[in-house]
């Protein structure tokens, strides 16, 4: 990797910017399944509904199960990597979704489907805030916004390769998840067992990645964290980063989740992180993802016009993405947060109206007119909104604005409560979709609300980062 669109001059040296975009691109391969494992659910629930005979509260369970695991495995990764390392926790991870995807398609009884999910959601939970602060401890600072978007992308097309998965399936078996495909198997079963192929790959391509620099120093391997470095950025700049991390950790203690604990439980820092999680589940964009076809069938959509629906929100999705990966390292991090919650304010708003006029014919729901097709673009710009702010940049902050320090415990705890929000939101969306006054207009209201409020978190609580290294960020 030495001609020149590959090398990276720097006033401290050369090195390879394409082997820091390989370690992104393998590192990322942990948030294409996590989007995979997020969104593949959306297709199943009819077939989940039907093979365990469960109701709108078990069928909630079973779709939000995985998000319990997600909350274990994001509040345990973040202290155990700090004892083991930031890829040997995503070693970790892609051993569980191995384990979640086959054990998930086999699954004979609801009970054992949880208990799958559970393990696919530690995956998804570790992967969740391995990946993003494995990106930054990696890449220059320079680069490091746009590198970490990669994860977003990354999200994203997990999703969308999900989506359109779970679409060729239903269609190969008549448009129907229920229906038996290969094998003679229901075809819900084949959604899960496809993220078996990237799943293995993901497991494989980690053994050929290094460990976290920033976690060899705080090991005591200098040398070999130096080695690294080296390669990545130059022996000058890495000479100068390793004194830069022996010199912020010089004065304390290995990382605990103690250095996390403040005077009102957590320091402020670690409440903005808290915050920063919460605000990206509250706005509801997991209902669209994991209930996207339920959604669609509810005003009026079959459920192959759903899922083809499905596939168009995904690709947007990916558009607003590359938007984000384009300007975050230009505009900053602040400035597409405070638009993105401006503009899912407006969006939401704009389908509570449209749910509020939807009618029943026949026992079917439907938007008539034109709020119909109002419902739709205003659905697909709140994805627009989210994915081109809060949906990348959200894991950017969390990987990057906490000190060396509090890094690993500040993951953990934010990411804690990023899965505890996102499975509160995606246990109650079947329940008030099925109870009378609230609906889809009032759980879409309830979004609205919460997306209002942060904007109004993001213009006091949270600072800028663009373009300071890791080093310089204080709690």
């Known amino acids: 990797m030495s001609d020149a669109s590959t090398t990276v001059n720097t006033d401290a040296g050369q090195g390879s910017f394409g082997q820091v975009l ?25 077939g989940l509904r039907v093979a365990f005979n469960s109701q709108d509260i078990g069928t909630g369970f079973n779709v939000a199960s995985m998000l319990l695991g997600c909350a274990v495995g994001a509040a345990l990764a973040g202290t155990l990597s700090d004892a083991f390392g930031r890829r040997t926790m995503m070693i970790v991870a892609a051993v569980c979704f191995i384990i979640s995807a086959f054990g998930s398609g086999v699954a004979g ?71 038996e495909w290969l094998l003679g198997f229901e075809a819900w079963r084949w959604m899960f067992w496809m993220e078996l192929l990237p799943a293995t790959f993901f497991l494989v391509a980690l053994l050929f990645i290094p460990e976290s620099p920033r976690f060899l120093v705080a090991q005591g391997s200098t040398d070999q964290a130096r080695s690294i470095l080296t390669r990545l950025s130059g022996a000058k700049a890495a000479h ?31 409440w903005v992180g808290i915050g920063l999680a919460v605000f990206q589940q509250l706005v509801g964009i997991n209902v669209v993802f994991y209930y ?16 083809l629906i499905n596939i168009i929100s995904g690709a947007v999705s990916i558009v607003a ?46 938007l008539p007119g034109s709020y119909g097709l109002i419902a739709l673009l205003s ?16 894991w950017v902050a969390l990987g990057e604005m906490f000190p060396n320090q509090v890094r690993g ?67």
């Open 109 to 179: 009884s609801s009970t054992e489907f949880v208990i799958y999910r559970v393990i696919g959601g530690l995956a998804v939970g570790a992967a969740s805030v391995m990946s993003p602060a494995y990106i930054s401890e990696v890449a220059p600072a320079k680069y490091r916004g746009r590198l970490s978007s990669i994860q977003q992308v990354a999200i994203i097309s997990g999703l969308f390769i999900a989506f359109v998965s779970n679409y060729l399936i239903a269609q190969a078996t008549g448009g129907s998840a229920m229906n």
């Open 321 to 366: 993405v590359i938007i984000a990966l384009l300007l975050i390292d230009r505009i900053g991090r602040k400035p597409l947060l405070w638009v993105g919650s401006v503009g899912m304010t407006v969006t939401l708003a704009l389908l509570v109206v449209c749910f509020s006029n939807a009618v029943t014919v026949d026992g079917a729901v439907s």
């Open 22 to 46: 390989l370690i992104t691109a393998v590192a990322t391969i942990g948030g294409f399944l996590f989007g995979f494992d997020s969104g593949v659910i959306n297709g199943t629930v009819d």
């Open 240 to 270: 100068r980063k390793v004194d830069e991390i022996e010199e912020s950790l010089a004065n304390d203690h290995k990382p605990s989740l103690k250095d996390a604990l403040g005077q009102f439980g957590f320091k402020p820092i670690v």
């Open 409 to 475: 415990a500040g993951l953990a705890i934010s990411g804690f409560a990023q899965w505890i929000a996102n499975f509160a939101i995606t246990m109650t969306f079947p329940i008030m979709l099925a109870t009378a006054g609230i609906g889809l207009a009032g759980a879409y209201g309830f979004y609205a609300v919460c997306a209002l409020i942060s904007v109004f978190f993001v213009f006091k609580a949270v600072r800028e980062t663009k373009g300071l290294e890791l080093e310089e960020m204080q709690g």
């Open 292 to 307: 996207g076809a339920v959604l669609w069938q509810a005003v009026g959509f079959s459920e192959s016009d759903a899922l």
């Open 379 to 394: 659905a697909n710009a709140y994805v627009v909104f989210f994915n081109a702010s809060w949906g990348p940049v959200m």
